[in-house]
């Protein structure tokens, strides 16, 4: 059943048994980088396939984005933004159908699929309204008669590579960004997830050629370690956008860092939230079920650490015990399902072996852990009681598990929080002001995300999304990320006629 649903969806987005995984303005016919397979992680049942890039295919597409480059950096930046707009409405009008894809090949349930693609609709109207606020400062010269401010210009072409988990939302906060900033991009998403990517670039392409435009985006499907480094390597990608695990963002940071092209990095979370005794146990329940349980504990804002003040504790306990029995964990595209499945079997895998650590390390299993007797990567969310010393506390396993720990006073429990390499997301819930302004003061939270009576994950794209030490620094989405897709200039103009120079210095013959 679940097959027959996605069949008609994937004919909807312009999707084929066989599919080109290569698009440089026009998509490549047949790609020279080999057959992936794109499978539905509920049942494992192939979806379609996509002939992969190979290096010459890439060569074609940054080519393209290049030259494409040259001509869409000189058209106004509102013009670029018009286009965007229709894009937006494409999305609009293929939201349902985009939803259910990636619940289907990413495993989300529906109502976070949409989200996705809402998501994606947020951001092109966000990226309309910023085409025409494109702004730089104008500054006070010390010099008479000159006049200095600064400009921003186009960067070139933006190289964004993302992650399973969201297969559409983070490449829209770049792209959609970077094009009314007057970037061509080319998308490099996860081999897990190539036919959201081949149906949004079909969306895009689309609008793209009813405006007389073709390459402004385009898309290489194939490995990391070919067309992944490849694009690293390249110099004409001047910024380099990375979504995915530490592990990949230390060598983004090291191949495009050596030639010095610039990179945003959005890497690994490992969120944790503090409840104080004076919080409103209904409020962090229903925040921690969706935080920690949501796209099976597969988003980089999951809770993957709650800490709870020893007053709390033991109710807060007792009643996600009794939440998490209660969580529905089957088909995604069933609205009574809140737990999809994990992406693979190696996802599985990973969450097993960190069970095993959990329990060597002195961590207590309170509830589930078992992968379900079922076709597909289904598995039971878990709570562990933990101590905060132990080594598995440190590294983010891509699960649904959530470790339950007790402390004494908020300074004890700020220290705990911060014991982590990454620096992602954060929350506490309170009912004191002067608890909630500790963790949000200086000597707080120490993540580029920190939220209050709300959990870690489902950020809105007005903020500026990103994470500090091991997540990587980068900024995406709203405020001003976009200054990160183009380039400063600082303009000095003397209309004075004479020839003074800056700090008072006289140079005479
Ligand atoms: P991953 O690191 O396995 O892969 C991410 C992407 O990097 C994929 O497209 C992959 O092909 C590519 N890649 C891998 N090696 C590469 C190389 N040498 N050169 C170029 N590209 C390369 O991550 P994943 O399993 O797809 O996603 C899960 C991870 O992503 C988690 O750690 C999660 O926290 C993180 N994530 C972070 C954010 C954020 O905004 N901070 C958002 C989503 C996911």
Not at 368 to 377: A, H, N, Q, T
Request: net charge negative; charged share 20%.
């Amino acid at each position: 059943m679940l097959l027959s649903t996605g069949e008609d969806v994937l004919d909807r987005l312009g999707i084929r048994k066989v599919n080109s995984g290569a698009c440089a303005g026009d998509w490549i016919p047949v790609p020279s980088g080999g057959e992936l397979i794109s499978s539905n992680p509920s049942g494992e049942s192939p979806l379609a396939a996509v002939r992969m890039a190979g290096e010459d295919d890439y060569e074609q597409v940054a080519a393209n984005a290049w030259e494409t480059f040259q001509r869409w950096r000189l058209l106004p930046a509102p013009k670029r933004g018009e286009i965007i707009r229709q894009i937006g409405d494409e999305l609009r009008r293929n939201k349902d159908d985009l939803g259910r894809l990636v619940a289907l090949e990413n495993g989300k349930i529906l109502a976070e699929g949409r989200g996705e693609v809402q998501e994606m609709i947020d951001i092109a109207d966000f990226a309309v309204g910023l085409s025409r606020q494109l702004y730089g400062l104008s500054m006070q010269s010390e010099r008479p008669g000159h006049r200095m401010y600064e400009q921003w210009h186009p960067l070139g072409v933006c190289g964004v590579i993302s992650a399973f988990n969201f297969p559409v939302a983070v490449w829209s906060w770049n792209a959609l960004i970077a094009a009314v900033c007057g970037d061509t991009v080319v998308w490099k998403p996860s081999s897990q997830t190539p036919l959201t990517a081949i149906a949004v670039q079909n969306i895009c392409n689309r609008v793209l050629e009813a405006n007389g435009w073709k390459g402004v985006f385009s898309v290489v499907i194939g490995r990391g370690s070919t067309v992944g480094e490849r694009m690293l390597e390249d110099r004409r990608m001047a910024v380099i956008s990375a979504t995915g695990s530490c592990a990949m963002g230390y060598r983004v940071a090291e191949v495009v860092g050596r030639r010095l092209g610039k990179t945003i990095l959005e890497l690994g979370g490992n969120n944790a939230v503090i409840v104080m005794d004076d919080a409103d146990p209904e409020l962090v329940v229903r925040a921690v079920l969706f935080g920690a349980v949501g796209t099976a504990g597969q988003r980089c804002t999951s809770i993957r650490r709650l800490l709870l003040q020893k007053g709390i504790a033991r109710e807060i306990e007792r009643r996600l015990v009794r939440a998490y029995g209660q969580i529905r964990i089957g088909d995604p595209l069933d609205p009574a399902t809140l737990m999809g499945p994990l992406i693979n079997q190696a996802a599985v895998d990973e969450m097993m072996s960190g069970l095993d650590e959990i329990r060597r390390q002195g961590g207590e299993i309170l509830y589930g852990g078992r992968r379900l007797s079922r076709p597909g990567y289904f598995v039971e969310p878990v709570l562990a009681r933990a101590q905060p010393s132990m080594p598995v506390l440190q590294r983010e396993i891509f699960a649904p598990i959530l470790y339950l720990m007790e402390f004494d006073q908020l300074d004890q429990a700020i220290a705990w929080h911060n014991d982590v390499p990454q620096g992602l997301g954060s929350a506490m819930f309170t009912s004191s002001l002067r608890s909630a302004e500790t963790f949000l003061s200086a000597r707080g939270s120490d993540c580029g995300i920190a939220n209050i009576n709300i959990g870690t994950s489902g950020a809105e794209i007005g903020g500026a999304f990103g994470g500090e030490k091991d997540t990587g620094g980068g900024r995406e989405a709203g405020s001003d990320a976009w200054k990160s897709y183009m380039r400063r200039q600082t303009v000095t103009v003397n209309w004075s006629g004479e020839l003074p120079l800056a700090q008072g210095i006289a140079f005479e013959l």
